[in-house]
């Protein structure tokens, strides 16, 4: 069974950057689509970016497209999230996530997705 494990978020002040890791603590993730997902408080769940298996082809979510990059390093077991540019809003619990399968387009629906984890805060405030 595949375990997930979020790292990386803190508290920062408006206009700098972030990056989130996504690492496998079981199992490899080179076979699964991963997404990042957010969820302020009070609201629903949704998604921020993802990176299909094959091809690494990723998607955007429009709040935050040229602001995040969504990477893989399948060597090391990781996905990232490069945050650039972060604003208030974009404070949340950030979650990764896998869809199994070698595709070369990911998806932005969480019924499609096995796998979780835990979360790591970013608050972004001046």
């Known amino acids: 069974q595949l375990q997930l494990v979020e790292s990386g978020g803190d508290l920062v002040q408006p206009g700098t950057s972030l990056t989130l890791s996504c690492t496998a603590s079981?199992?490899?993730?080179?076979?699964?689509?991963i997404g990042w997902f957010r969820q302020a408080p009070g609201k629903e769940r949704e998604a921020v970016s993802c990176?299909?298996?094959?091809?690494?082809?990723?998607k955007y979510a429009d709040s935050v497209k040229d602001r995040f990059t969504i990477s893989r390093d399948n060597t090391k077991n990781t996905v990232y999230l490069q945050m650039n540019n972060l604003k208030p809003e974009d404070s949340a619990i950030y979650y990764c996530?896998?869809?199994?399968?070698?595709?070369?387009?990911?998806?932005?629906?969480?019924?499609?997705?096995?796998?979780w984890g835990q979360g790591t805060q970013v608050t972004v405030s001046s």
């Open positions: 990176i299909s298996s094959l091809d690494h082809n990723t």
């Open positions: 079981s199992g490899t993730l080179d076979v699964y689509g």
């Open positions: 996530a896998a869809d199994w399968g070698p595709e070369r387009v990911c998806q932005f629906r969480r019924g499609l997705y096995e796998y």
